[in-house]
């Protein structure tokens, strides 16, 4: 019997290594979709709390730059696959460095989410009329009351000048 639980927990512990993150590729549009499990285990190893989550990212020209006067939107599927309801759910987007001439919605509060549920947070990036040529990357965060729900991820994005000004 001893055996039993020895091998149950090993083909558990096996099954958990399996969860790391996924990326399923890029579309047309340059958008980019990943799952990311959180890393809060139990003492046993097995996950009590597994957030994952889908990221997208689309502006209206298509070509994969946010150009002057142009929004472009964030959307995170944030889905619940773990054994407990996550409660007061916000995730954040911070940047690794100060945008320029690009306003955000920085902070969306989400709510609970019980298990084997989905919610959804939209982030807005709009660029000014004289907005420069730039790499953007933010961190993506989200936590419940108790913290960190699911690793943080970086997501970037490029700007581009208006030409011939």
């Given at each position: 019997?001893?055996?039993?639980?020895?091998?149950?927990?090993?083909?558990?512990?096996?099954?958990?290594?399996?969860?790391?993150?996924?990326?399923?590729?890029?579309?047309?549009?340059?958008?980019?979709?990943?799952?990311?499990?959180?890393?809060?285990?139990?003492?046993?190893?097995?996950?009590?709390?597994?957030?994952?989550y889908e990221l997208e990212f689309t502006e209206p020209s298509g070509d994969n730059?946010?150009?002057?006067?142009?929004?472009?939107r964030l959307r995170l599927m944030i889905s619940n696959v773990g054994k407990v309801?996550?409660?007061?759910?916000?995730?954040?987007?911070?940047?690794?460095?100060?945008?320029?001439?690009?306003?955000?919605?920085?902070?969306?509060?989400?709510?609970?989410?019980?298990?084997?549920?989905?919610?959804?947070?939209?982030?807005?990036?709009?660029?000014?009329?004289?907005?420069?040529?730039?790499?953007?990357?933010?961190?993506?965060?989200?936590?419940?009351?108790?913290?960190?729900?699911?690793?943080?991820?970086?997501?970037?994005?490029?700007?581009?000048a208006r030409k011939g000004g």
């Amino acid at each position: 019997m001893k055996n039993l639980c020895v091998i149950g927990l090993l083909i558990l512990a096996s099954l958990d290594i399996g969860l790391a993150q996924v990326i399923s590729g890029r579309s047309r549009t340059g958008s980019l979709s990943m799952s990311a499990p959180d890393s809060n285990q139990n003492p046993l190893g097995l996950r009590t709390k597994l957030a994952s989550y889908e990221l997208e990212f689309t502006e209206p020209s298509g070509d994969n730059f946010l150009e002057p006067r142009e929004t472009g939107r964030l959307r995170l599927m944030i889905s619940n696959v773990g054994k407990v309801a996550l409660r007061s759910v916000v995730v954040r987007i911070v940047p690794l460095s100060p945008p320029s001439d690009v306003t955000f919605n920085d902070s969306i509060d989400i709510g609970d989410i019980p298990v084997n549920a989905t919610r959804f947070a939209i982030f807005h990036f709009t660029a000014t009329e004289n907005v420069r040529s730039q790499i953007l990357t933010f961190q993506i965060d989200i936590h419940d009351s108790q913290g960190s729900v699911a690793d943080s991820r970086l997501f970037t994005f490029l700007t581009r000048a208006r030409k011939g000004g």
